[in-house]
């Protein structure tokens, strides 16, 4: 009777999970979107034609344009040139001396010593006779218009922060370069010889954007922009380059959230199989037993 009563309940054990199977592969199946993208696709307000609506405030919105920043030129003192961009890098880099640590199988530490261009400056004060410059001709900086614009909304700090830099700037005539200094490829540097360069050599890049439109979600303050946290708390505050549509705009959660729906499926098909063979398995052995 014992026996008989424990069949029973993993009988029901079993059939209980075939049950959950089935409706988790079901929700699964159905489930097109995840919290993500549910909860973006109701919070977001289209913003047509970059007009600001106080309405809008504090909630999450999305946007297209132009970049407009008044064709304000932007002027690099060091090299002495403009460029109309709305964003520019100047790189400076140095020729200096690293180190990275290695460990015997005793414990005992010992360094080994490289050479590389670095923007900053490495402190070698605990190096062994390896010693690196402390000062070098110019910082790292990045250049902005006064106000780069969308429609009626400006963009953040942060947001003019995101532009990328990803052309690099090719030297012309209108540079001014420093003494002591000359082009070399897309660099001006004061390297002797540059394919071999010497240990406190500087080295100029610049990099600028070329965006001409943007593609704007985050959350509207007022006349610029703010990150938006969703309900998980992942923040949202995403600029791209062109004009966009939304549901580009938020593919990668979609893709997220195909790549998690195919690993609930695999996982709940699995799980109905393992216990559709419990099943079995215990059936056969109730025959037996017969």
Request: charged share 30%; aromatic share 12%.
């Amino acid at each position: 009777m014992k026996k008989t009563m424990n069949d029973i309940i993993i009988f029901l054990c079993i059939i209980l999970f075939i049950i959950f199977s089935i409706l988790l592969i079901i929700a699964n199946e159905f489930n097109f979107d995840n919290q993500i993208v549910r909860e973006l696709k109701k919070n977001t307000v289209i913003v047509k034609d970059g007009k600001i609506n106080k309405d809008n405030d504090n909630k999450l919105v999305f946007l297209t344009g132009k970049l407009d920043y008044n064709d304000q030129i932007l002027h690099d003192d060091l090299c002495n040139f403009d460029i109309e961009t709305p964003k520019l890098l100047r790189f400076v880099e140095v020729y200096q001396w690293d180190r990275y640590e290695e460990k015997d199988l005793n414990g005992n530490i010992s360094y080994k010593y490289y050479k590389k261009w670095s923007s900053e400056l490495i402190d070698s004060s605990k190096f062994n006779d390896h010693e690196n410059p402390t000062t070098k001709i110019a910082g790292t900086r990045y250049y902005y218009p006064d106000s780069i614009k969308v429609g009626e909304f400006k963009l953040s700090k942060k947001q003019k922060e995101m532009l990328e830099n990803q052309n690099k700037l090719k030297i012309s005539d209108d540079f001014i370069i420093p003494d002591n200094y000359k082009v070399y490829k897309e660099y001006i540097t004061n390297s002797n010889n540059p394919e071999e360069p010497e240990i406190g050599d500087n080295r100029i890049s610049y990099y600028y954007n070329d965006w001409e439109n943007i593609t704007i979600l985050a959350k509207q303050h007022k006349n610029s922009f703010k990150e938006h946290y969703l309900n998980d708390g992942n923040k949202i505050n995403i600029i791209k380059k062109g004009i966009l549509t939304f549901d580009e705009v938020i593919k990668p959660y979609k893709e997220n959230s195909k790549f998690n729906k195919w690993v609930l499926r695999i996982v709940s098909i699995i799980l109905l199989l393992f216990n559709i063979n419990a099943l079995i398995s215990l059936k056969r052995k109730n025959n037996h037993n017969l």
